[in-house]
Antibody
Framework: EVQLVQSGAEVKKPGESLKISCKGS????????IGWVRQMPGKGLEWMGI????????RYSPSFQGQVTISADKSISTAYLQWSSLKASDTAMYYC??????????????WGQGTLVTVSS | EIVLTQSPATLSLSPGERATLSCGAS???????LAWYQQKPGLAPRLLIY???SRATGIPDRFSGSGSGTDFTLTISRLEPEDFAVYYC??????????FGQGTRLEIK
């Protein structure tokens, strides 16, 4: 069974750093793109970027380029999303999701349960 | 960037009725690379339809997708109580920016 299990909710202050995780199981983690999607409170879905854990090839939405860093550790089948300096506007639910085995920009067939990030002073 | 506009924003129907949700693109979506997702409160989105008209694994056949170019439709033939949720379309034919529509809320009348 394909599963993506994300790390727990975080409460941070503006200016702090954060790294959240997404652990894949039940499939070949290194063979599928993993993406990140933001959902701000009461709002829709936004595609942030995607990584291929096999070689760490990473693509970003222009809206998120330079704002976050996506990485992966294939030895432990885990993808990451990190911020170096959080802002209140980063408050949102963040989902990881599995993409295609060969194409970066594709639909997502399996999703993690989401990680709620709250940034408040 | 391709902008997706979903209509209506909210659709009020009763169980057993037919639902028709629309997704319009600001420019043609390459190869009909359009997906539909369902999201219920507090849960992650679930893939329903990909490539405009292919049902994802385990999705009931009352869900169907159609369309090409700039106009796409998700149809639910007979609404079940569990179908009331928010629905999003997503295009993935335009690199590097994958975009979602703003969503249609399907509520019980």
């Amino acid at each position: 069974e394909v599963q993506l299990v994300q790390s727990g909710a975080e409460v941070k202050k503006p200016g702090e750093s954060l790294k959240i995780s997404c652990k894949g199981s039940g499939y070949s983690f290194t063979s599928y793109w993993i993406g990140w999607v933001r959902q701000m409170p009461g709002k829709g879905l936004e595609w942030m970027g995607i990584i291929y854990p096999g070689d760490s090839d990473t693509r970003y939405s222009p809206s998120f380029q330079g704002q976050v860093t996506i990485s992966a550790d294939k030895s432990i089948s885990t993808a990451y999303l990190q911020w170096s300096s959080l802002k209140a506007s980063d408050t949102a639910m963040y989902y990881c999701a599995r993409g295609h085995p060969g194409i970066a920009e594709y639909y997502f067939d399996y999703w993690g349960q989401g990680t709620l990030v709250t940034v408040s002073s | 960037e391709i902008v997706l506009t979903q209509s209506p924003a909210t659709l009020s129907l009763s169980p057993g009725e037919r639902a028709t949700l629309s997704c319009g693109a600001s420019q043609s979506v390459s190869s009909s690379y359009l997906a539909w997702y369902q999201q219920k409160p507090g849960l992650a989105p679930r893939l329903l339809i990909y490539d405009a008209s292919s049902r994802a694994t385990g999705i009931p056949d009352r869900f169907s997708g159609s369309g090409s170019g700039t106009d796409f439709t998700l149809t639910i033939s007979r609404l079940e109580p569990e179908d009331f949720a928010v629905y999003y379309c997503q295009q993935y034919g335009s690199s590097p920016t994958i975009t979602f529509g703003q969503g249609t809320r399907l509520e019980i009348k």
